[in-house]
């Protein structure tokens, strides 16, 4: 094999590796990314602020002022960054969080599934319920957000993506000398970026999936009112999901889609890990 491609394959694979770390980790670098990408321009009330700031406190997450709370556009919390980062994090929460009622949920104009909600039906009414957060929920959400914060979750997961370039150019390199074929590393090259993404996938959603069972369990033990919070919400999603599935059968998780290749594990799976850390909070 000419050099020249061996060359030209390193310089590639370091090429993109660097531009997938990039991309994965400028949103945290410059949470304002992720804010401007989801926000509803909604003005976020002082004592949520403050509630997010005094629930990092209690976590021990350093400077929790640095930590800026803004309302998103989704049904779900999101967050970006650290508070040491130069431009600090960001924790986005859905608007649900600022109803009190469910006639505040329907006043959200909430599209979903892609449909607009008839909430004068019986459906409706039941999703509004569904949809309406409890105070325990909310707080069981900000901790879920301040632990992957916390703990950089993000850092490990754009590593995962940097690195796998790289092992696609040396295990390219490194698998001809065990092959008797006339040109190896260009035959060889779609089976090493094929293995590599296929293990690289696994790795990767293994490695999603541990985080947010890492952030439930951290949101968990503030306290038995953060676990039961984190236990209503995810009994309220499966209802949730089990509605709008009935409602279009396009929407939400569709049952045929296995959770090991999404980012978040099942919520079946969030609850029965909740419900047997609330257990032993009760002993
Ligand atoms: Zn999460």
């Not at 949470?31 to 509630?51: D, G, M, Y």
């Not at 999101?78 to 431009?87: E, K, L, M, T, V």
Request: hydrophobic share 40%; glycine share 6%; with cysteine.
């Amino acid at each position: 094999m000419s050099a020249e491609f061996f060359t030209r394959l390193k310089r590639i694979m370091y090429t993109a590796s660097g531009i997938l770390l990039g991309l994965t980790s400028i949103k945290h670098l410059f949470p304002s990314i992720t804010k401007q990408e989801s926000e509803l321009k909604i003005n976020v009330p002082p004592e949520l602020q403050a509630r997010v700031e005094a629930i990092a406190t209690s976590m021990h997450v350093g400077m929790p002022h640095r930590i800026k709370v803004y309302i998103n556009k989704g049904l779900s919390s999101n967050s970006a960054g650290n508070s040491i980062f130069p431009y600090g994090a960001v924790v986005g929460l859905s608007s649900t969080v600022l109803c009190h009622t469910t006639n505040d949920i329907e006043k959200l104009g909430l599209e979903l599934c892609g449909e607009e909600i008839d909430w004068r039906s019986k459906d409706g009414q039941l999703i509004a319920e569904l949809l309406l957060p409890t105070r325990e929920q909310v707080d069981f959400a900000i901790a879920h957000e301040l632990s992957h914060i916390q703990h950089l979750d993000f850092l490990s997961r754009s590593l995962l993506a940097a690195v796998s370039p790289v092992i696609v150019y040396h295990a390219t390199s490194i698998l001809p000398q065990f092959f008797t074929i006339k040109n190896p590393m260009v035959q060889l090259l779609p089976f090493t970026i094929g293995g590599v993404y296929f293990i690289y996938n696994n790795i990767y959603y293994a490695l999603c999936h541990w985080q947010e069972h890492r952030a439930d369990n951290r949101a968990g033990l503030c306290g038995r009112s953060y676990s039961e919070g984190g236990i209503t919400f995810a009994k309220k999603r499966i209802e949730l999901d089990k509605r709008l599935r009935a409602l279009d059968d396009t929407s939400s998780r569709s049952k045929s889609f296995p959770t090991s290749f999404t980012s978040h594990p099942s919520f079946e799976d969030r609850l029965e890990r909740l419900t047997a850390l609330h257990r032993k909070q009760q002993m």
